[in-house]
């Protein structure tokens, strides 16, 4: 349901010649973040399996760094993956953010404080962004981690199930990547490439998504989480020297080097859940 109602809608601006980045369309792509939720509890009454583990409770008592690191996690891998990639092309990094203030003078816009107004709307973003794109991340988070990771985890063991939740998360979202959200249009492999990148980010994305669902029995340090991903995605190309960059590579969250910061938690957070997923599954006699 979550796909058919997804890829219809999206296919439909496709359709209607829809612009990416349009009010429409970005009004639809929001709206399409609330359907892996209302799907989710569409699917618990028609199948009548209840309400008792919707993963909505917080279970905050003794889960608070859970919670802290969705909050704020994303911002620090983001900032993480965008000064190895500066380092690496240095040439690249401008603390100026030349091309953003050209692109506002541009448009008539006073530019004499955006250096500090800036500044202080990316760590007003970093802190509070996971909190204010809350309602939305959910709208995901209660299908993708509420509801589909822990179904998935009754069938299989939890690593399986985290590494098929995440793909086909990645595969939710290929209508809009096709439309050229996240990596663009006209790039040699489209929109292919930016299909499979995407399910590779997700996979990464999601193991430390599910990784805070799973230890707290909740999808809201999920969502904290996601939300603070959207939030905060946009920041590093703010630094950019002529304000183009490949966001297969950085320093984007998106690209390998620049996502780098998600990758290596990604990884310790799946040997984690296996961890813990071999220490509790019964052992069986040979």
């Known amino acids: ?150 179904q998935l985890c009754k069938n299989m063991p939890a690593g399986k199930a985290v590494l098929l939740s995440g793909i086909i998360w990645g595969l939710w979202h290929a209508p809009m990547i096709a439309m050229g959200h996240n990596y663009g249009v006209g790039y040699p492999t489209a929109p292919w490439g930016g299909i499979l990148a995407m399910i590779v980010f997700c996979i990464v994305g999601g193991t430390f998504f599910s990784y805070l669902a799973l230890q707290t029995k909740s999808a809201l340090p999920a969502a904290l989480g996601h939300g603070a991903l959207n939030a905060f995605a946009a920041a590093p190309a703010y630094f950019v020297a002529g304000g183009v960059y490949n966001p297969f590579v950085g320093p984007a969250a998106t690209g390998i080097i620049g996502g780098v910061g998600f990758i290596v938690v990604a990884i310790w957070c799946f040997l984690q859940i296996r961890k813990k997923n071999a220490a509790t599954s019964p052992s069986v006699e040979q």
């Open 1 to 150: 349901m979550t796909f058919v109602l997804t890829y219809g809608a999206v296919f439909g601006l496709m359709l209607a010649k829809i612009p990416y980045g349009s009010p429409l369309c970005l009004g639809v792509f929001s709206l399409c973040m609330l359907f892996p939720a209302l799907c989710s509890i569409l699917t618990r009454l028609i199948t009548r399996e209840g309400f008792s583990d919707l993963y909505l409770k917080p279970h905050f008592k003794g889960h608070w760094r859970y919670y802290l690191a969705g909050l704020l996690g994303p911002s620090i891998l983001i900032v993480i993956g965008a000064a190895v990639y500066f380092l690496l092309f240095p040439r690249q990094f401008d603390p100026n953010m030349t091309a953003l203030s050209q692109s506002l003078a541009a448009q008539g816009i006073d530019i004499g404080a955006l250096g500090s107004l800036m500044i202080v709307q990316l760590a007003f973003g970093a802190v509070a962004g996971g909190i204010i794109n809350l309602p939305f991340a959910l709208g995901e988070e209660l299908g993708w981690r509420g509801y589909l990771l822990p």
